[in-house]
């Protein structure tokens, strides 16, 4: 079945000046990665991407957005006409209570910054999930494991993909990934280190998977 997939990939910035800003490191390449993976699969793909430096992957639609404010916007916006919402950016949790329009000068500039909490993206869309599938990454420093499954529950997640990012070759500028698929009905599936456009496939087809059951069960 042809579906409508959202996927948000890449970092957020938020700018305390014009040209400064609070990040990290996701270089957008899991995200990217199955965009075209769910376009090779005859999908319809919306890719909202925060700031990287990535081509466009053939027959997607970009939506470029810099700060986590502005991603939840365009996931709002989008979301409308989307059947699955794949939420691999790395969303900055905190932004700054001061956005200064010309470059602060380090002599009159604070040494402390004062931060104000970013809106959660699931969270905020979590009431217009209805029969979408809506899919988390969890990237931790260490077994990710009891971390994914508390954000699958918190966030209300029909999956989530646990990584630890920590590994160079399953970190966020790496070409591989080694990932553990949590499902919200229990079923947990370590895949070993692979390509992320394989991983990508993977999560694809876990989504086709269990779209075809829902389809069933109705
Ligand atoms: N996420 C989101 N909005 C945010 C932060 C994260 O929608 N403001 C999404 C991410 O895209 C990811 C999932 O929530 O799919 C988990 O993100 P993560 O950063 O691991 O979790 P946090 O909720 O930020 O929790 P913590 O900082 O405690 O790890």
Redesign the pocket.
């Known amino acids: 079945m042809r579906m409508h997939f959202l996927v ?1 990939a890449g970092p957020t910035r938020e700018h305390l000046d014009p040209i400064r800003f609070i990040s990290n490191c996701s270089t957008g390449k899991m995200g990217f990665a199955l965009a075209e993976a769910a376009v090779a699969r005859g999908h319809d793909v919306t890719l909202v991407a925060g700031p990287v430096a990535l081509p466009t992957p053939a027959g997607v639609t970009r939506v470029d957005v810099v700060s ?1 404010c502005e991603m ?1 916007a365009a996931v709002q916006r989008h979301l409308v006409v989307a059947d699955v919402l794949i ?7 905190w932004r700054p209570l001061v956005v200064s329009g010309s470059k602060l000068k380090k002599r009159t500039m604070p040494p402390v910054l004062e931060l104000i909490p ?7 869309v979590a009431p217009l999930k209805g029969a979408r599938i809506f ?6 420093t260490g077994d990710p494991l009891p ?1 994914a499954r508390r ?1 699958l529950v ?2 209300g ?1 029909d999956l ?1 993909v646990a990584n630890d990012v920590s590994q160079p070759d399953a970190g966020f500028a790496a070409d591989t990934n080694r990932v553990t698929l949590l499902g919200s009905d229990g079923a947990t599936e370590t895949l070993p280190l692979m390509r992320k456009a394989e991983v990508a496939a993977r999560i694809v087809a876990w989504v086709e998977a269990r779209c075809a059951l829902y389809l069933q069960d109705r």
């Open positions: 948000t986590a939840l939420m691999s950016a790395a969303v900055a949790d970013n809106p959660d993206i699931l969270g905020a899919v988390g990454f969890a990237a931790e971390e954000k918190d966030k997640l989530i």
